[in-house]
């Protein structure tokens, strides 16, 4: 007998990745739709050259690829190639769109959305979209504009249609006991257990404006107390007088650290980026922190700690700003000041959202049995 439409386990395409910032919340999303459907299959899209050939694996979800087809900034022979580039990278989308049998197709945004956006149109399947910065990207613009349903992370997203989910996350993130889980995040990293932490990261890829600014101060900060842990990004150090990596009682550096959620059950007060993953990360297990925005861009770090900083939950300075003399005179009394942290972290994880996956996953759900 042949199963009916009913019968047969729901099929969802996850179309997103090129960064975290992408790969993260598709991982998310697909980790709870298999939750609320033990029996989903997931397919996700992405390239050969982002960061999801190695995660989605990882996380146990068949990757299947499709070409990478940036948008030129300027002027160039690529720009002429890219129709031609654009249309091979739809099909190769919509073969693998109708090959899983999609019931729907999730878009998280980048280079590997907006295929799979005019894909599943031209295969008839719904898509839903999930935008995480407060700014919308190219692709999810344009995308909303056919989607059954628009989810975004920051309220005041300007996207046509759309409903406030938050930013999936991991669950060691989001279900974070950051007083409970401090003492053991600690140890593994290294830090004394009782001294006031402070956190120092630019991303991934490091900041190297950041890293020069702290480097100057952290004689001012141990001096006072602070131990700090500084996460450089992958391939940067901070060399003393000598050339070799600085090394200060009380200052430690580390090119990344493997779990986010060590680093926020560690610190007292979190220097970071303003990325939409790391404001909403940050807000779901209440950490204070300093946003130092990306000086370039569209302007879309800035709109992500907006709502944040005006709650009390964080500090904004500009990258520009962020200079030894700011350090000394503005961060060092504020993670000194254990009361105005206190308020923080309240103001901080009362914005929080952390079941956004399985909000996510409830919208997908309904629109797939919608168009079964």
Do not use: C
Not at 44 to 52: D, I, L, Q, S
Not at 206 to 219: D, E, I, Q, T
Not at 260 to 287: K, P
């Amino acid at each position: 007998m042949t199963p009916t439409s009913s019968d047969r386990a729901v099929s969802v395409v996850l179309a997103g990745g090129g960064t975290a910032g992408h790969v993260s919340p598709l991982l998310a999303i697909a980790g709870a739709l298999v939750e609320k459907r033990p029996g989903a299959r997931i397919t996700v899209v992405g390239t050969e050259a982002g960061m999801e050939t190695r995660l989605v694996p990882a996380a146990g979800f068949e990757l299947r690829t499709i070409d990478r087809v940036p948008l030129p900034r300027r002027p160039s022979i690529d720009l002429l190639k890219l129709p031609v580039r654009f249309v091979r990278a739809v099909r190769q989308a919509r073969r693998i769109i109708v090959a899983a049998g999609a019931d729907v197709v999730v878009g998280v945004g980048g280079y590997v959305s907006a295929p799979a956006y005019l894909a599943a149109l031209s295969a008839r399947v719904p898509v839903v979209i999930h935008e995480a910065n407060a700014r919308p990207g190219i692709a999810n613009r344009a995308g909303a504009r056919i989607a059954s349903r628009v989810a975004v992370a920051f309220e005041g997203t300007r996207l046509t249609g759309a409903v406030l989910v938050g930013m999936p996350m991991r669950r060691s993130i989001a279900e974070l006991d950051r007083a409970g889980s401090r003492t053991e995040a600690r140890a593994g990293l290294g830090l004394a257990p009782e001294r006031t932490t402070l956190i120092v990261t630019g991303g991934s890829s490091g900041a190297a404006s950041m890293n020069r600014a702290l480097a100057s101060a952290v004689p001012d900060l141990v001096a006072a107390g602070i131990q700090v842990l500084h996460l450089t990004g992958r391939g940067k150090h901070i060399a003393g007088a000598d050339g070799t990596p600085l090394a200060v009682p009380g200052y430690q550096q580390l090119e990344f650290v493997d779990g986010m959620e060590r680093v926020y059950a560690a610190a007292d007060l979190l220097v970071a980026r303003a990325g939409a993953a790391t404001v909403s990360e940050i807000s779901a297990v209440g950490l204070p922190a300093v946003l130092v925005p990306l000086p370039h861009g569209n302007g879309e770090q800035r709109l992500n700690a907006a709502g944040l900083v005006a709650a009390g939950g964080a500090v904004l300075v500009d990258d520009a700003a962020f200079t030894p003399a700011w350090i000394r005179g503005e961060l060092l009394p504020l993670v000194s000041d254990a009361a105005r942290l206190q308020a923080m972290s309240a103001a901080s994880r009362a914005r929080g959202v952390r079941d956004a996956d399985r909000r996510m996953a409830e919208l997908v759900l309904a629109v797939a049995e919608d168009h079964r």
